[in-house]
């Protein structure tokens, strides 16, 4: 009886143990495969082919009556009296854009022209901006382009990664084109999590990707890409306080060299109260996959005349007329129309940087002098 008993006990441990090898063996073999891998590689096929590119397109901004206002900071609005109480922007507002946008693996050039709200003016003025990034400075420029600028001030940011990176205007070309450029605000996909039921987006059956608390309870990223289409992220949107705040659109279109690129997307910003704040629709007037930009596309040269605040060594200077810079100490305040119409600096500017040659040009001039004098006295000697 007792061998019988362990005959049994035998056969339910090598039943149970084959159960268990068969089922890990079965599970392994139906596991799916790592799409974040998937996601990953096909994102970084299409930053690798889009090494050196450059884009035009038109942006169209639409701020409610009243949007700007609203989100105005108390704090901020205490230091401004000309704007308390007032409705900003009077009126529902459209505004335009027009953006260039240039990429060379991790550099970046931006440049926009178009109207930004004035709180001094109460109204939307005209706006141009550009901004570049070489991959170890940002620097940027506010040219002056109306009377109501007083010159063109630059800067040259302390920061090695680069800001501009955010700006609403530009950020969803980024999103797409750099997402893995580590100074670019690049996506890290080994923190998303992918849901499992595929949810319909625009007409497309996408996979939802889900980042959880970045900045605090109840802020996330969610992000839908379509798998049919090489993993393109169709919808990009950001929560904070368990509520909707930006939500990005993509459309693309099929190119026949370049595979899906972006067509148009459309932004919408919400405010604190979940109001909309402002709304942006953009659409891409040309994709040049083969660009080769100047030298100095990604390294702004400041133009002559501009003021300049370096934030790595705290101190301003202004460019001179041939280029160099003249370091204005902290406790200078004299009118920029008087530092331009300076002239003493400009004579010690040309010297300094061309000395070598004017002082070669002085000997040259003065021995020629002394052998023409000579050979003038030798030749009115009468004689003998």
């Given amino acids: 009886m007792a061998g019988k008993q362990f005959a049994n006990f035998l056969f339910s441990l090598l039943t149970a143990f084959a159960f268990f090898t068969f089922s890990n063996f079965s599970s392994a073999q139906s ?36 949007s700007i206002s609203t989100e105005l900071d108390p704090l901020l609005s205490s230091r401004m009296p000309e704007a308390e109480g007032k409705i900003m922007p009077p009126e529902d507002s459209n505004i335009h854009f027009d953006v260039e946008m240039a990429f060379e693996d991790d550099k970046v050039r931006i440049e926009y022209q178009g109207q930004i709200w004035s709180v001094d003016d109460l109204e939307f003025i005209p706006i141009k901006y550009l901004s570049t990034f070489d991959g170890f400075k940002p620097k940027d420029l506010y040219p002056k382009h109306s009377e109501k ?6 800067a040259i940011r302390n920061t090695k990664d680069y800001g501009d990176a955010g700006l609403a205007l530009v950020k969803p070309l980024i999103m797409v084109y750099r997402p893995f450029a580590p100074k670019l605000q690049p996506v890290n996909l080994a923190e998303l999590q992918i849901l499992p039921d ?25 992000m839908w890409v379509d798998p049919a289409r090489d993993y393109v992220l169709v919808r990009h949107l950001v929560e904070a306080n368990y509520k909707p705040n930006e939500q990005i659109d993509f459309v693309y279109r099929l190119d026949p060299s370049s595979g899906w690129i972006v067509n148009s997307w459309k932004l919408i910003a919400l405010g604190k109260k979940g109001l909309l704040h402002y709304s942006m629709n953009s659409s891409v007037n040309l994709s040049d996959f083969k660009y080769a930009g100047a030298p100095d596309t990604f390294d702004l040269q400041f133009p002559a005349g501009t003021l300049v605040s370096d934030e790595r060594t705290n101190e301003r200077f202004l460019v001179r007329l041939d280029g160099s810079k003249r370091v204005l100490p902290s406790s200078d305040n004299i009118p920029y129309d008087d530092l331009i119409k300076e002239k003493p600096w400009m004579i010690w500017t040309l010297w300094s940087n061309n000395w070598k040659i004017i002082f070669a040009t002085v000997i040259g001039m003065t021995a020629l002098l002394v052998f023409l004098r000579r050979r003038l006295i030798l030749g009115l000697k009468p004689n003998k």
């Avoid at 799916?32 to 397109?57: G, Y």
């Avoid at 600028?149 to 630059?154: I, L, S, T, V, Y």
């Fill in 31 to 66: 596991k799916p495969p790592n799409v974040i891998e998937e996601i990953k590689k096909a994102w970084e096929k299409r930053q690798q082919f889009t090494q050196s590119v450059r884009f035009t397109f038109k942006i169209e901004e639409i701020y409610p009556k009243g």
């Fill in 149 to 154: 600028d007083k010159f063109p001030a630059g």
């Fill in 198 to 222: 595929l949810v319909e987006i625009n007409g497309c059956m996408c996979l939802e990707l889900v980042q959880k608390h970045l900045r605090g309870k109840g802020s996330s990223i969610r």
